[in-house]
């Protein structure tokens, strides 16, 4: 489940269509009127936010946010509104949305960093079809595996031996997963150290290769969970 | 400006309720009931009758009243061939298109059907505000709710029953959404809330976090087609099974009250009576006992079906059972014990209901409605949109533009170009599900963008805007960025009124009001007669009756009193306004001396010092 990539746009001061006064870019109501401003342009949920463009994010904070403004935009308060503040409301709403669920999920939080700076997706199909060459050992040593237990299933192995070695199976394939889990953590908190913008387009470029092997690694424990799901299902419903 | 209300629109049962005094109240009527039957008869005249005068013609005339219509709210022919099979009513349409309810020798699409028990919960609140006096007593505005599992087309039909009745519907909400802002008024419950939903037609189960005033739905799942219903159908049918097909409507609904009687019977005990009178082709009648266990054994495939949506909200949420705090009841299929003790499994507590069940969602509508007219801030729902949002792209694929599960109000865009050189229009089929082939999801509505501005293959960039609003209901607009042409988008809907078709019915409602005033004056006359038939009634049951009529009754008086009793009861059983007044009037009139009596009687031993409740 990914975001949508993020059409990008020059950011203009926008104008506050009650009172012709300009607002700066993420202001959410007029300085001067204090009307909500039409949502004029696409991009930063960090800064839609109010918080910093960084990869370690206090999900508490995150939260409060939302919620804070959620009440301020809220269509739910705009109902007696004119139409343009009514639309304001939907539009700056369904922002905040969208922002807050991209924010709070890491992945897709760096995700929204790529589209940000211009890179590309860690979601392109490619990705995972090719298995990644870091990975091409553990993978080939499941694929064999995963073959022989379908074997042995269908010529009715027991379901403890069954069980048995696909769990032995998935061991490396967890112990990959927590290195990239680790090495995802590492690679962020570099990033939020670094001040140069050159430093960070490289480490954020690293951090798009650890995410397309993540997804690799999560669709093998997939399907790991669903080759387990066919072995004896009727001992779960007893 | 007039009143607004909330409403609860079920499929078997609808109420309203409104915020006094920053309480939300349910409406009742003069015996103190406060729901209405989602049931709608049409009379030999074309009257119209709803609630339980409908309910009773369901028994007599089962071919002109239409029952659950809500089940058919949005959908298709090809979605309700299984359920229309012992409907008493015909279930037509085209292929692909609208139902089509016929009763009476007239044709009804489903939220034509839902207008009229809208007017009737509309006049009940007005009727309410008259007698408290209010100078101001129209209703014109109302939250209405829907199961939190209504797709797109299930809300606009819900929508635009709203408007077919008059009323300006404020928003849209989901019931379980509703439940937990009434629960949530004693700011009590907060944490993580599971509302499990379990209605006549419909099941839900809502993931929340309630903080702060704010009530944020994690996570929905459902099933529009599970509820009580389906549980009279298996009994139902299970009867029919033993006494033979072929029976006539009236039968089939005699035997139909005759289970959900036994049905709610066994929620409170251990073992209850199928009793089926005599009716026609079945001149034994029917009878059999059935214990809570054997039910139980029978419905348990049913209630089990609601664990794997259960589950599959805790996924989406990212939650296991053990961190859900509270669990809640809504809908009258929980009052069952099985399906508490599932809940109670499932999340490893017990499940609570301090409100009634019933009632519960109306009330939330209520406050809902209160909140945005008047702009209190104290509480907020963030609910979610329940089923995935997409387009069908090459190869018959559904992509997905907005994920289910996400706050509402959501936008998201698609980007389309041309596929030819000069191409000036391209059709988009809107979709809502999850499977991954188009034809496996839900047909929202076909749209053509019109207006492409003419240039090379593969050279416009036009930009489509899908729009989820508040309410959970869809609006889609497009521009092309290079020209920054806006583009004019027709959407035929898949399983909807179109506008056109809002507007005719809003007129022909209008040209129908005469005949509903009558059907009103009708049902009060025998509501009316309906209350002194009942005084009399226990009256003549009173334990010292026996004693009364022989120290104070005229010789012949109590015949005088029965006969004018069933002459009553036979009057209400027809549509003759005139006949009931004046049977009541006689009855009224027959039993004055007694009352009397009566009255006196319980004077003097309250005098006496002697309890009222003794004698």
């Known amino acids: 489940m990914t975001p949508d990539p993020i059409p990008l746009r020059a950011t203009t001061v926008p104008e506050c269509r009650n009172c012709g006064a300009g607002a700066p870019v993420d202001e959410h109501f007029c300085p001067q009127c204090n009307r909500i401003l039409a949502l004029g342009r696409y991009g930063d949920f960090f800064s839609f936010l109010g918080v910093p463009r960084k990869l370690g994010l206090d999900p508490q904070d995150l939260e409060r946010r939302f919620r804070d403004l959620s009440r301020k935009f809220h269509p739910d308060y705009f109902y007696n509104a004119p139409p343009a503040e009514r639309l304001a409301s939907l539009e700056r709403s369904s922002y905040l949305n969208d922002a807050y669920r991209t924010l709070r999920d890491p992945a897709a939080r760096i995700e929204h960093l790529l589209a940000i700076e211009g890179l590309p997706s860690a979601t392109s199909d490619e990705g995972s079809v090719k298995v990644p060459p870091s990975l091409l050992e553990e993978v080939f040593a499941l694929n064999e595996e995963l073959d022989e237990i379908r074997e042995q299933r269908e010529s009715g192995g027991a379901d403890t031996q069954l069980r048995a070695r696909l769990e032995k199976a998935r061991q490396p394939i967890e112990r990959k997963r927590e290195e990239h889990a680790r090495r995802i953590q590492e690679l962020s908190e570099r990033y939020d150290g670094q001040s140069s913008a050159a430093d960070r387009k490289t480490t954020l470029e690293a951090l798009r290769e650890q995410l397309l092997e993540q997804k690799y690694i999560a669709n093998l424990l997939a399907t790991i969970a669903r080759e387990e799901s066919q072995i004896g299902g009727e001992v779960r419903h007893g | ?615």
């Open chain 2, 1 to 615: 400006m007039g009143k607004v209300v909330g409403i609860d629109l079920g499929t078997t049962n609808s109420l309203v309720a409104y915020v006094q005094d920053g309480r939300p109240v349910v409406i009742r009527d003069e015996s103190g009931d406060g729901l209405v039957p989602s049931i709608v008869s049409i009379g030999g005249d074309g009257t119209i009758f709803v609630g339980r005068e409908a309910q009773r013609r369901l028994l007599t005339a089962p071919g002109s009243t239409v029952y659950s219509v809500k089940r058919f709210m949005g959908r298709g022919i090809e979605d309700v061939n299984e359920d229309a099979s012992l409907l008493p009513f015909s279930v037509g349409g085209d292929q692909g298109g609208v139902v089509r309810i016929g009763i009476a020798g007239r044709q009804f699409t489903p939220p034509e059907i839902s207008a009229f028990v809208l007017r009737e919960l509309k006049r009940r609140a007005e009727e309410h505000f008259r007698e408290q006096g209010e100078f101001d007593f129209e209703v014109d505005r109302a939250v209405i709710t829907v199961p939190a599992y209504f797709n797109d087309a299930q809300r606009t039909a819900t929508r635009d029953a709203g408007r077919l009745a008059g009323l300006e519907v404020l928003r849209i909400i989901n019931e379980p959404t509703a439940a937990s802002l009434a629960y949530g008024l004693d700011q009590r419950n907060r944490g993580t809330i599971a509302v499990y939903d379990l209605g006549g037609g419909t099941f839900d189960i809502s993931i929340l976090k309630v903080e702060d005033g704010v009530f944020q739905v994690l996570a929905t799942n459902g099933d529009t087609h599970l509820g009580g219903d389906d549980i009279d159908r298996l009994l139902t049918e299970q009867i029919l099974g033993e006494v033979g097909a072929g029976l006539p409507p009236q039968t089939i609904q005699a035997i139909r009250k005759a289970v959900i009687q036994a049905k709610q019977d066994l929620s409170e005990v251990e073992e209850a009576e199928i009793r089926v009178d005599s009716s026609e082709r079945l001149a034994s009648g029917y009878v059999r006992r059935i214990t809570r266990a054997d039910f139980e054994r029978m419905i348990m495939p049913l209630v089990e079906r609601t664990l794997g949506p259960c589950r599959q909200a805790l996924t989406d949420a990212g939650l296991e059972p053990k961190d859900i705090d509270e669990a809640v009841l809504v809908g009258g299929s929980t009052r069952i014990p099985l399906v508490r003790r599932v809940v109670h499994e499932l999340f490893g507590r017990e499940p609570h209901s301090d409100l009634n069940p019933d009632e519960v969602v109306a009330l939330g509508a209520a406050v809902q409605a209160d909140i945005l007219v008047s702009g209190r801030r104290e509480m907020l729902l963030l609910d979610v949109t329940p089923l995935s949002l997409g387009i069908e792209t090459m190869g018959g694929v559904m992509s997905k533009i907005i994920l289910r599960n996400s706050t509402i109000p959501a936008s998201g865009r698609e980007m389309f170009t041309s596929f030819a050189d000069n191409q000036t229009a391209v059709d988009v089929h809107v979709l809502q599900g999850e499977r991954e082939l188009a034809a496996d999801c839900r047909s929202l509505a076909r749209f053509r963008l019109r207006g492409i501005p003419p240039m090379p293959a593969g050279m416009p960039r036009i930009e489509v805007r899908f729009q989820i609003d508040a309410n959970g209901i869809l609006s889609v607009s497009a521009r092309e960025l290079r020209t920054s042409i806006e583009q004019t988008i027709e959407v035929k809907p898949s399983y909807g009124l179109t506008e056109q078709e809002v507007e005719r019915m809003l007129i022909e409602s209008f040209e129908h009001a005469e005949a509903d005033f009558e059907a009103r004056l009708l049902i009060e006359a025998r509501n009316e007669a309906e209350t002194v038939i009942l005084a009399t009634e226990k009256s003549l049951r009173r334990p010292d009756f026996e004693q009364v009529a022989a120290e104070s009754l005229e010789p012949g008086e109590r015949a005088a009193i029965e006969s004018a009793l069933a002459d009553a009861k036979r009057a209400i059983g027809g549509d003759d306004r005139a006949a009931i007044q004046q049977k009541t009037e006689a009855l009224n009139h027959a039993t004055r001396h007694l009352a009397e009596v009566v009255m006196n009687r319980s004077v003097r031993e309250a005098l006496a010092g002697k309890n009222v409740k003794d004698v």
